[in-house]
């Protein structure tokens, strides 16, 4: 599998292009290339850094989000209810290549 | 972002001391921060740095496969030209010369040398804790060994009801084994959380065949040629297999004490993770600091910390400001049910119970003179978030609106007067 391509829009609205690997997470592809995502609690829905919002038709096209998950973002700021994932919660799939992502305020 | 760039002693590479959750995250950050210089990271355990969390959790489960989750893969420290050295400990330091001893004998210079040297699981010193079949939980090796012991019908002691005894004592009843949790006082968890929420999760333990003895104290182990029973002070007698003891964690402080650092149960460190001696670092479960939200003194066993200290490192090293620090929080999932902890609870808070406990799913809110200090979520995470911000900012709460679930927790602030 070849990486994808991700742009990313950081908290100061600048843009970003990374490659995101098949064996990472989308959480792992923002941290590992220095986007200031903290992923305190390491990948597992606890802690919330890693929220982003994906543009509503990739959105539409994934899973539905766990209870978890749904309960951290729901208390987010500026959640959006079709927009918001706790990246760590995205594996890599081909049919994301190329999907810009921006990273949610840090609260 | 502007950074400092080594001058003086650019030769040598910042050293970091242990590659766990802390010292990988001081690498990282240094990196995201614009550091150019070299960085090492010594470390005494042989494979590529991992979590610890999953340990206890994941890892226990029947069939989760053996491999550990690595912090970062090997990739990411050969891209980010962050030097490790894994399976050397760090025998000295010498602040003066501004070196380290290596367990080769081998001598290193450092421009900036950060311990993150971590905790290690406090040993019993009965009679027989050292008889095979007794063990601790803290590093890979543990776990597996446990994973191997946890067979079915397997005769498990666990010798402390903290969070890693009963995520063990959970794993071990989930596949089969006959669990006996002994606790020296008479609830689990009692240094971090609130009678309800003791008493709701002894209630799930038992339903999943965990039985509790509570007011032991464990006096010996007995055995032949390995563990195979518990003894405690009123002389009964408890058959096992497999003894773990879960009775909380020491700090690896020694390297530093040698060295001249001050330490106090823990390294001491400032809110930069300055210790007593110039241009040495100390970060994560090894140091003790004053809290920013109430003054006391405190040593904190968890990521939420390890993390924050690691960004106050980077930042320091490379002179810029460190991120807003996250409220303390924690988290611990038992027989598929999470508790999960924000701010740090005293025994003399205020305590409310939001929700009912029949239900499975509530919170505990914790006040200290009125303020929002602490919140418990057991089963859901609606008031996690909240409750970070609202700490933070010490919010007044008002009790009433505070024990109805139907209220969010941010309408339970009282307006200032
Ligand atoms: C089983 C288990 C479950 C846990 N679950 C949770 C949880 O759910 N949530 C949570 O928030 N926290 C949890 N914790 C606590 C959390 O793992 C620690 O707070 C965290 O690991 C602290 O990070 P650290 O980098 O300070 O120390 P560590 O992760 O302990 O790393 C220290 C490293 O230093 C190395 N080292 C020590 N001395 C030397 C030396 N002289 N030379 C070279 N290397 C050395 C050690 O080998 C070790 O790898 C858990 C801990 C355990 C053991
Ligand atoms: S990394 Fe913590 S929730 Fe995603």
């Known amino acids: 599998m070849s990486n994808n391509k991700l742009t990313v829009i950081d908290r100061e609205g600048s843009t970003h292009d990374l490659e995101w690997e098949p064996d990472q997470t989308l959480m792992e592809a923002l941290r590992d290339n220095d986007l200031p995502v903290l992923a305190s609690c390491g990948g597992t829905a606890s802690c919330a850094t890693c929220h982003v919002f994906l543009e509503k038709e990739v959105f539409d096209t994934l899973a539905e989000r766990s209870e978890d998950e749904l309960e951290l973002l729901a208390e987010a700021e500026g959640y959006q209810e079709c927009g918001s994932r706790l990246s760590c919660q995205l594996d890599f799939s081909q049919d994301l290549d190329g999907v810009t992502v921006t990273l949610a305020p840090e609260e | ?417």
């Not at chain 2, 008889?131 to 002691?157: H, I, N, S, W």
């Not at chain 2, 320091?316 to 611990?332: C, L, N, R, V, Y």
């Not at chain 2, 919140?375 to 911000?389: E, M, Q, Y």
């Open chain 2, 1 to 417: 972002m502007p950074s400092q760039q080594p001058t003086e002693n650019h030769l040598n590479p910042i050293i970091i001391v242990g590659a766990g959750h802390s010292g990988v995250a001081v690498a990282a950050g240094l990196r995201t921060r614009g550091w150019d210089g070299d960085i090492l990271l010594l470390e005494a355990e042989k494979e590529t740095p991992y979590e610890r969390p999953p340990l206890s959790k994941e890892l226990l489960k029947a069939g989760a496969p053996d491999e550990s989750t690595v912090l970062r893969k090997e990739k990411f420290y050969q891209d980010k030209r962050i030097g490790r050295r894994a399976g050397l400990a760090v025998d000295a330091i010498d602040p003066a010369g501004r070196t380290v001893q290596l367990s080769d004998g081998s001598r290193l210079g450092y421009h900036r040398l950060v311990i993150a040297t971590g905790s290690r699981a406090r040993s019993l010193t009965v009679p027989g804790a050292r008889l095979p079949g007794v063990q601790a939980l803290r590093t890979r090796d543990d776990a597996l060994e446990l994973k191997l012991a946890l067979v079915p019908g397997a005769r498990v002691a666990i010798i402390g009801a903290g969070y890693i005894g009963l995520e063990v004592a959970a794993a071990a009843s989930a596949k089969g084994c006959g669990v006996t949790v002994l606790e020296f006082q008479d609830r689990v968890m009692s240094r971090v959380t609130s009678e309800p929420v003791s008493r709701f999760f002894e209630q799930l333990h038992e339903q999943n065949g965990v039985r509790f003895v509570f007011g032991a104290a464990v006096t010996a182990i007995e055995g032949v040629d390995r563990a195979e029973r518990v003894v405690t002070a009123d002389g009964t007698s408890y058959p096992a297999d497999v003894v773990l003891a879960g009775i909380g964690v020491v700090p690896n402080q020694e390297l530093a004490a040698d060295a001249g650092l001050l330490c106090q149960d823990g390294i001491l460190v400032d809110g930069h993770g300055r210790t007593s001696v110039p241009d040495i670092y100390a970060t994560g479960d090894v140091t003790r600091f004053t809290s920013t939200i109430d003054g006391t003194s405190q040593r904190l066993e968890c990521i939420q910390n390890a993390m924050a200290q690691a960004d106050q490192v980077a930042a320091d090293i490379t002179g810029q400001d460190a991120a807003e620090t996250e409220i303390p929080w924690f988290w611990t999932v038992q027989h598929g049910v999470r508790l999960q902890t924000a701010g740090v609870r005293r025994a003399d808070d205020e305590v409310i119970v939001r929700g009912a406990p029949a239900d499975g799913k509530f919170s505990v809110v914790y006040l200290r003179d009125g303020c929002l200090a602490a919140v418990d979520t057991i089963a859901g995470l609606a008031d996690f978030r909240p409750a970070k911000k609202l700490i933070a900012q010490k919010a007044r709460i008002d009790p009433l609106l505070a024990a109805d679930p139907g209220t969010p927790l941010t309408a339970a602030v009282f307006a200032a007067a």
